[in-house]
């Protein structure tokens, strides 16, 4: 499994962005599959992640009623939707994906999340400044 992040850049607080995922060697509803992030210096986080199984979405709560996940079948790709960006929001954004069942991620601890994915694409970087 490869993936491609991408659409990261400069936005003013309060703007959007769009992050897009390609993946290529599976479809997308033979994995779990999700968004995390790195901010400078500290640890990395998920963002938003969809359950493999019933694909079941979970927010963090940093990115609960902000950000949307979604995905698009025939293009095989993962979108985040970032509206409301934050001087905070600013971090390395990364996709990550796993073909192995995960429990339903609003139990799952960060760390554990991370450690669930097999699979990560390069980062992309957003950067919320004005």
């Known amino acids: 499994v490869q993936l491609q992040a991408s659409g990261g850049g400069l936005v003013q607080p309060g703007g959007s962005l769009r992050l897009s995922c390609a993946v290529s060697g599976l479809t997308l509803d033979d994995l779990a599959i999700g968004w995390f992030r790195q901010a400078p210096g500290k640890e990395r986080e998920q963002v938003a992640c969809?359950?493999?199984?019933?694909?079941?979405?979970n927010y963090a709560d940093s990115a609960k009623g902000r950000f949307s996940i979604s995905q698009d079948n025939p293009k095989n790709t993962v979108t985040l939707h970032m509206i409301s960006l934050k001087p905070e929001d600013t971090a390395v954004y990364y996709c990550?994906?796993?073909?192995?069942?995960?429990?339903?991620?609003?139990?799952?601890?960060?760390?554990?999340?991370?450690?669930?994915?097999?699979?990560w694409g390069k980062g992309t970087l957003v950067t919320v400044s004005s």
């Open positions: 969809i359950s493999r199984d019933d694909r079941a979405i």
């Open positions: 990550a994906a796993t073909l192995t069942p995960t429990p339903p991620y609003d139990l799952l601890t960060t760390n554990q999340a991370i450690a669930g994915m097999d699979h």
